[in-house]
Structures are given as C-alpha cells and as structure tokens.
C-alpha cells in the first residue's frame, strides 16, 4: 500500500445516519476531524434528508437514495468551492441529515383560561387541549431557523415556540366563531380546521409542515359543568312537580318515623306546617279537592259558603292553612295535624280560636274537662 492511499484511507468514505430515534429531528454527522474522501458513498434513508453545509452557506440537499460524491452531483458545492474543473482531493462539509417523517403526538394546551361571552351562559373561561403532528418539508429553511450549529436537534426544542403559536391563534379564531360553549363539541372538526389554516403558514416559515391538528377537547369551568350536570339530572327526572311530591310523601314517612326529631312544640309545629304544605302538594297533583292551599297571610272568606258545609282555616306557625270542610279538618285531626290548641278561623268568627272551643269542633277532640273547682278546695271522695 503506497503513502497516498493509506492517507486517503483515513478520510470518510461513508456518509450515513442510522439512528431510529423519532424525537430527533436533525442530527450533525460526526467527521471526527476526517475530511471526506472524494467519491465516498452517502446513504440516505426513506424518511431523511441530507444537507450539505459549506462554511455556513447551505449547499447540496440530497433526498433518499444513495450517491458517490463527485462533483457532478455536488453542483452548489463545487460552485462555492471554486471547483471550476473537478477535483479528486478530499474535502471539507458539513453534512446535517434532518427527519422528513412526521412526528406524532405532540401536545397542546391553554395554559390559562379563555375569556369569552357565551349567548347563554354569559361570560365564560375555557380552556383547550389537543394533539398535533409535524414534518419537516424544507430543511434548507428547518437548518437556517432553527438548528444552526446545534449537533443534535431534538423535538421538545421546538414544542414550547409552536405550541405558543397554537394557543394564540386557537384563541382568537374561538372569539371570532361565537359558537355557543353547549355546541362547541360538534363543531371541532370544524374549528381546527380554520386553526389549521391560520397557523400552517407560521409553521412553513421553520420549514415546518402541520399534517394534523385535532381537538380533543374544550373544558367548561368546573362550577358550570356542575351546573349542567344537574340540568342534566332535572331532565333524566322528567317532571319535577311528581319528583318534588315523592320527595315530600318520604320526608312525611321519615318525619312520623322519628317523631322525636321534632325538637319540641316548636318542632312539632314546623313539622306541621310541612305537613300541610306536603298534603298541598300532593293533593293538587292527585286532583283533590280537599288539599290544603298555599300559606297566605291572611284567609280570605271564601263566598257563597252555607252552615251546611262549614270550613276552617287553621293558622301553623303564623301562616294560615285551608279552608277545609269537616271531613278534612276530621283527617287532619286523626292524624294529629291539629289539635285542640290549634287556632283556628271561619267565616262569622270574630278572632282566632283554640278549636277545642269552637263549638262545631268540639266533639272531634274528646269530652271537655271539668272546670276547676270554685275556691281551689278539692271535693271529697264519693262514698263507697
């Protein structure tokens, strides 16, 4: 071996990239101080690109195949280098392979909530997310923008400037739509499509290329998607009156259940009031005619009432209840609603009485106790 070809047998005489890592974008070949041999052999795989760089200035882009390194496929270089009639000496450049796949699964994200004003629920904060995939088509521009004298240009160094790109653009088309936030979720194919178009042209100024963007999805604030979701369950109840007077017809069964829970006359009373409130209730959903109605603070006399149906009023904890015929204010009694301290009102009454004192109610509460005995003396026992 003569002294020649052992010093070219020190030059680089294959150019290839073989790492399979999907999160490197560009990736510098390593010369380690060799200069490449003239007539060497470059490989470049499906999916990459080969860049030539001559003293800063990009020069021959080479897309997959595989070529030896004359000048007759290194136009640009030659034509920086001076090479005006070939050359079979080694030389010095730059090779930069670059990833023209595309690069999945990239996240986005609002970082802070959108303000807007929706036509039903008023102003509003959302936030956003996504996914998007990107790919180099001009790696010229990619290597000029972004990778400069990086050896190793990773994904995660550009995510940060692109997903910034998104977020700010993704915000002012969501204004400008107006869709109401209840429809934004049919409408995502549609919205991303107008992003889509507003940000692919930033991305190719990188050499970037957007091949998809989606929505995944635009998340109301928590206390609102509470609120729907009770919307949501008042709709799944159906009617509300029916669901209400269930509600109530348990509340009387647990209140009768546990009649010391009452804390009390007062107690008592508050339990009667929603006794009758509850009874209003449900006698109006069953078409009753002798359900109570609504408090009202002062009993009207109903008109055109006979002595033959005589009706009360009966006041609970300041609210009046009624009117109620005889055979109601018996129920009610029965049931232990109203007893005989109970005040109650008719038409042709003066005042408010206890109904123990009222004469055509009287006998619904027992036989009336004796008077106290005059002078306070206790009478003897009878004679046996």
Excluded: C
């Excluded at 294959?14 to 200069?35: H, Q, V």
């Excluded at 369950?233 to 209140?255: C, D, P, R, V, W």
Aim: net charge negative; charged share 20%.
């Amino acid at each position: 071996m003569g002294l020649w070809d052992k010093l070219t047998g020190e030059f680089v005489d294959i150019i290839e990239w073989t790492n399979d890592d999907r999160e490197t974008l560009a990736w510098r070949f390593e010369r380690y101080g060799n200069e490449i041999k003239y007539g060497a052999k470059l490989t470049v795989r499906p999916g990459q690109a080969a860049v030539f760089v001559n003293e800063g200035q990009i020069a021959d882009v080479f897309e997959p195949g595989m070529y030896e390194l004359q000048t007759s496929n290194l136009p640009i270089l030659s034509t920086l280098k001076g090479w005006k009639y070939g050359f079979e000496s080694p030389f010095k450049a730059e090779v930069i392979f670059v990833t023209t796949t595309q690069i999945v699964d990239r996240k986005w994200g609002t970082k802070n909530p959108i303000m807007m004003r929706d036509p039903e629920f008023g102003p509003i904060r959302l936030r956003a997310f996504g996914t998007y995939a990107i790919k180099v088509v001009n790696p010229s521009a990619f290597i000029t923008t972004l990778v400069g004298t990086d050896g190793v240009f990773e994904a995660d160094e550009i995510t940060d400037q692109l997903r910034n790109i998104i977020v700010s653009r993704f915000t002012d088309k969501l204004g400008e739509a107006k869709v109401p936030a209840l429809d934004l979720a049919s409408n995502y194919d549609e919205i991303a499509d107008i992003i889509h178009d507003k940000i692919e042209p930033e991305f190719k100024e990188y050499g970037v290329e957007l091949p998809k963007f989606l929505i995944e999805n635009i998340a109301l604030p928590p206390e609102v998607e509470e609120a729907l979701d009770k919307r949501s369950s008042m709709g799944i109840l159906g009617n509300m009156n029916q669901y209400s007077q269930f509600q109530a017809a348990n509340a009387m069964e647990a209140a009768a259940n546990n009649p010391g829970e009452a804390g009390g006359a007062m107690g008592g009373g508050m339990g009667m009031g929603m006794g009758f409130a509850m009874a209003n209730q449900m006698g109006n959903a069953m078409g009753g005619g002798q359900a109570a109605p609504q408090a009202s603070s002062a009993p009207p006399p109903p008109p055109g009432h006979s002595a033959a149906n005589v009706e009360f009023h009966v006041s609970v904890n300041g609210q009046s209840y009624g009117p109620y015929d005889m055979n109601a204010f018996a129920q009610h009694v029965q049931a232990g609603q109203i007893t005989g301290e109970s005040m109650v009102w008719k038409q042709g009454m003066a005042n408010w009485l206890p109904a123990a004192q009222v004469a055509e109610l009287a006998n619904l509460f027992g036989p009336p106790s004796p008077p106290p005995v005059p002078g306070g003396s206790v009478p003897p026992p009878p004679p046996m």
